[in-house]
């Protein structure tokens, strides 16, 4: 009982973060309809810079993450300013920007490792008294429930956005019908970069909640990201709660079987699950569109 | 009509004059290094030329996907992968076949055989992906590229884990027990060059080839317009499938080239990084034509060779690289050198571009 509580926490923790990485790259995929590479990097650099903002500097904690929050609002806002609208506007196939995304994530991901160096940091807990919290007979540590809440607050901050503002509203209308949003006076445009900025904000608090429970290291990015693809994919790569419905199932799937059969294994099951999903129901749980011609 | 057949005729003996004239100055070169005039003390050279014959190689594969096809993969490592390790497996004396009791395969058998597995592989991924959103193969991809690296990294008892095996036996080309030719990368003045150039040629007329026939058609007009290639009767899913088997083929080749110049092999050379490099190499060469694929492979070899004291920055320069490409210089240095022949009148204009 104590173990399967613990699991389950674990998993949510992780299914959370995949979860915020992956709603990045559905809400990019909903408003741009191009795929993006960054995520994964942006939530290392996201956490590096609270580690800079919180750690080196000791600037109190919530100061640090608004700071790191605007800053990659900025660093998201200025990816689509200067690359991706310049792609588009020169009208250049799909294969492009994304490969231009691949090329973005390398360099934030070695800029970063030439910045704060390739060790891993330490980033300490967020409570002067970590001792962690009963419940029932498992013990779970503050961090952990802070990342599902605070996710989970963050998701439905989100859904409150997009549905009940008049930016999201028009954000919804861009990704649905650009020229149709335009005539009706939206700037399609700033919507679009607005989109960009959110989902590098997400992925960035992704980066901070992870990272009192893993260390901070360049290369935090790369395997988060590819196992949040697996998620978006598996609850309909484009789905804004698809996203967040396949990231819980893919972080749920790989803690249990990593505590109840293999964890040396834990990673095949993970992408063999995305490839049989892949293969068998490219639409994923929530019926993305996915079919070409 | 006599004149347009005469210039014809003309441009066609230039350019055999031309090739012939190539050609003669390798054989030139080589005859050179083999009797130490040239590059005589420094045998770096050759290994250097290995490489970027090898990495043409798999560039040039890439390219048939990307360049013709208009398909892009971010997971050609894992090819590269199983080109190398398969025929490593299948060639050594202690690890893989060896190890169940069959008497391993001679390097020269397992090299190609491992690159036509590693084509069913590749139709194998792509034909599921080929009538989904053209994003869904990059995504298949790369989960291709994360299961391969963890089946190499994870199964110790099969790979060796990530110590890698060494004494990867060399290529030999052996008739009824003797030995006609030793492409040893150590003795006979590496001459694993010469095996390596051979294999390129040959690959690269059989693209020629692929691209000149209907198939390499179709997928020209699949890259331009899939709806309007679809209304002119070309099977989408099968000409995308094709394209990906052979690019594959292609890569592995190339692997398993790799492995057995290297002598020694680990997971650390097929991660996600290779498949970007081969990307960049590709993009910065310049996609959809012959010699693009080779000169980005040139040119990445050599700037990764001469900033070896920058190892760490490499990846950033490779990033810069495709970045500044993607956005200044789409069709790479092919392009950059055919608008400078064109500012100057020669008849390389742009509209040859891609064929």
């Known amino acids: 009982m104590q173990m399967l509580i613990n699991v389950l926490i674990g998993g949510l923790v992780l299914g959370?973060?995949?979860?915020?990485?992956?709603?990045?790259?559905?809400?990019?995929?909903?408003?741009?309809?191009?795929?993006?590479?960054?995520?994964?990097?942006?939530?290392?650099?996201?956490?590096?810079?609270?580690?800079?903002?919180?750690v080196v500097w000791s600037i109190p904690f919530i100061i640090a993450l608004a700071g790191s929050l605007i800053v990659m609002f900025f660093v998201g806002w200025m990816m689509e300013r200067f690359v991706i609208r310049r792609l588009v506007r020169k009208k250049a196939q799909n294969v492009y920007v994304v490969?231009?995304?691949?090329?973005?994530?390398?360099?934030?991901?070695?800029?970063?490792?030439?910045?704060?160096?390739?060790?891993?940091?330490?980033?300490?807990?967020?409570?002067?008294?970590?001792?962690?919290?009963?419940?029932?007979?498992?013990?779970?540590s503050k961090e952990q429930l802070t990342c599902i809440v605070v996710a989970l607050l963050a998701m439905l901050l989100l859904h409150f956005f997009l549905n009940k503002t008049k930016f999201g509203t028009s954000m919804r209308a861009a990704a649905q019908n650009k020229m149709a949003a335009s005539c009706m006076g939206i700037n399609v445009n700033t919507t679009i970069g607005t989109t960009y900025g959110i989902a590098a904000v997400l992925a960035c608090l992704g980066g901070v909640l992870v990272?009192?429970?893993?260390?901070?290291?360049?290369?935090?990015?790369?395997?988060?990201?590819?196992?949040?693809?697996?998620?978006?994919?598996?609850?309909?790569?484009?789905?804004?709660?698809?996203?967040?419905?396949?990231?819980?199932?893919?972080g749920l799937l790989e803690t249990f079987v990593g505590a109840y059969v293999s964890s040396a294994y834990k990673e095949f099951i993970v992408y063999g699950v995305m490839v049989l999903f892949m293969v068998l129901r490219p639409r994923g749980i929530c019926n993305a569109n996915v079919y070409s011609v | 009509m006599k004149t347009l057949s005469d210039k014809k005729f003309s441009g066609k003996w230039l350019r055999r004059a031309l090739a012939a004239g190539i050609f003669a100055l390798v054989v030139l070169v080589v005859v050179m290094m083999e009797n130490n005039i040239l590059f005589a003390r420094n045998r770096y050279i050759y290994v250097l030329l290995c490489y970027i014959g090898i990495y043409s190689i798999a560039t040039s594969g890439l390219d048939v996907l990307f360049g013709y096809a208009g398909q892009i993969s971010f997971g050609h490592a894992g090819f590269f992968c199983i080109g190398?390790?398969?025929?490593?497996?299948?060639?050594?004396?202690?690890?893989?076949?060896?190890?169940?009791?069959?008497?391993?395969l001679p390097p020269i058998l397992s090299i190609p055989l491992m690159g036509l597995v590693a084509a069913l592989i590749g139709a194998l991924l792509s034909k599921?992906?080929?009538?989904?959103?053209?994003?869904?193969?990059?995504?298949?991809?790369?989960?291709?590229?994360?299961?391969?690296?963890?089946?190499?990294?994870?199964?110790?008892?099969?790979?060796?884990?990530?110590?890698?095996?060494?004494?990867?036996?060399?290529?030999k080309l052996q008739l009824f027990g003797a030995t006609l030719l030793d492409f040893t990368a150590v003795k006979s003045k590496y001459s694993y060059v010469f095996l390596v150039m051979a294999v390129l040629a040959?690959?690269?007329?059989?693209?020629?080839?692929?691209v000149r026939s209907k198939l390499g058609r179709s997928m020209i007009a699949i890259r331009e317009n899939q709806t309007a290639a679809n209304g002119c009767g070309v099977n989408i899913m099968r000409a995308k499938t094709v394209s990906f088997a052979i690019s594959a083929f292609y890569v592995g080749i190339a692997g398993g080239l790799l492995a057995h110049m290297v002598g020694f092999i680990s997971p650390d050379t097929f991660v996600q990084n290779t498949s970007v490099i081969f990307i960049t190499m590709l993009l910065f060469g310049g996609s959809g034509n012959m010699t693009g694929p080779i000169l980005g492979a040139l040119v990445i070899t050599f700037v990764q060779e001469s900033f070896q004291s920058l190892q760490d920055y490499r990846m950033l320069i490779y990033g810069t690289f495709l970045l500044a490409v993607i956005l200044y210089q789409p069709a790479g240095l092919v392009g950059l050198g055919r608008s400078i022949s064109g500012m100057f009148g020669g008849k390389g204009g742009a509209n040859r571009g891609a064929a």
């Open chain 2, 128 to 171: 599921p992906a080929s009538k989904l959103v053209f994003h869904f193969l990059s995504l298949l991809t790369i989960a291709f590229n994360q299961i391969m690296y963890l089946v190499v990294a994870n199964f110790p008892g099969l790979t060796n884990g990530f110590i890698g095996i060494t004494r990867v036996p060399p290529v």
């Open chain 1, 211 to 250: 990272a009192p429970t893993m260390y901070v290291s360049y290369q935090l990015g790369n395997n988060l990201a590819a196992k949040s693809f697996a998620g978006a994919v598996i609850g309909g790569y484009g789905h804004i709660y698809g996203a967040i419905i396949g990231s819980l199932f893919i």
């Open chain 2, 202 to 210: 040959a690959l690269l007329i059989l693209k020629q080839n692929i």
């Open chain 1, 16 to 54: 959370c973060t995949y979860g915020m990485l992956a709603l990045g790259y559905s809400l990019i995929y909903q408003a741009s309809g191009y795929m993006n590479f960054t995520q994964g990097n942006l939530l290392m650099f996201g956490a590096f810079i609270a580690y800079q903002l919180y």
């Open chain 2, 84 to 104: 190398a390790y398969g025929s490593v497996l299948l060639s050594h004396s202690e690890w893989g076949v060896a190890k169940l009791g069959i008497t391993p």
């Open chain 1, 99 to 140: 490969l231009a995304t691949i090329a973005l994530s390398t360099i934030v991901e070695n800029a970063a490792m030439l910045i704060w160096g390739s060790n891993m940091k330490y980033f300490p807990s967020l409570y002067s008294n970590p001792s962690p919290i009963k419940i029932g007979p498992a013990t779970v």
